[in-house]
């Protein structure tokens, strides 16, 4: 498989990846007339509250709604590929955490390294990865020109979910839909880093306080993305019980 090229601002130690035509910018502009006609949006949340000092957008979910049933899953397939890549460039994200096996050409098991993971193809990789990692729910966001954004900084963990949920985040990925506007960007602060839209780009990035970041306000036009995380298998299915 032929693999888009990488963002041109790439830094090879920040642990962010951006991988252009992840999604065809043509399903990106289809998907944002489904959003625009929807009648299931609303406010955009944060840590379970509308906060819109915080982040302004208009939001929709997208688990447990048939009619965008095709959506999801074409996002989760084209993130999932994307989780591949990642994974090759930086494999301790899949190896640190856990002390993982895969079976050898020897009939016998062995340690998964570095070396054995970016060696693997798709279809050797890929049940390795599902059974450890799992997708979040998808949320398409419109943040209104001149108006919206995220403008807190912020990091995917949080530890008010009881079922800590939130705290099992492992990965956040955005898709641009769209461009064409000034501003916009994904900044984040620890790497000074500012990653511009375009539409149908995948941004891969860590879930942890090391990647604080802000979405910045578009200016001249609305900005429209989905979004979620790659989360960790909970403890009962990775180890049973």
């Given at each position: ?21 992840a ?11 489904r ?7 609303g ?10 000092e ?10 447990g709604?048939p009619?965008w ?12 590929r ?55 729910a ?13 403008p807190?900084w912020?990091c995917e ?20 839909l ?17 990653v ?37 298998q ?8």
């Amino acid at each position: 498989m032929t693999l888009p090229a990488h963002d041109d601002d790439a830094n090879p130690d920040d642990f962010i990846e951006v991988i252009h035509d992840a999604i065809d910018p043509a399903q990106c502009r289809a998907w944002i007339e489904r959003f625009a006609a929807s009648r299931d949006t609303g406010p955009g949340r944060v840590g379970g509250g509308v906060h819109v000092e915080l982040k302004d957008s208009l939001d929709l979910t997208l688990g447990g709604r048939p009619e965008w049933r095709d959506v999801e899953a074409a996002l989760n397939q084209a993130v999932f590929r994307g989780v591949l890549r990642y994974l090759r460039r930086w494999p301790h994200a899949l190896i640190a955490p856990l002390m993982l096996e895969v079976p050898g050409a020897d009939g016998g098991r062995h340690r998964l390294t570095p070396e054995r993971l970016r060696a693997m193809d798709d279809a050797a990789l890929a049940p390795v990865v599902q059974t450890v990692l799992r997708p979040g729910a998808i949320n398409l966001q419109r943040y209104t020109a001149g108006r919206g954004g995220y403008p807190y900084w912020h990091c995917e963990l949080y530890p008010r979910d009881p079922r800590a949920e939130t705290l099992h985040r492992h990965l956040l990925w955005t898709v641009y839909l769209n461009d064409g506007f000034d501003q916009g960007e994904t900044e984040f602060l620890y790497q000074r880093r500012k990653v511009a839209p375009r539409a149908g780009s995948l941004l891969i990035a860590p879930a942890g306080f090391t990647h604080t970041h802000r979405g910045n306000r578009p200016q001249g036009s609305d900005k429209y993305i989905a979004t979620s995380w790659v989360l960790f298998q909970r403890a009962e299915t990775l180890f049973g019980g």
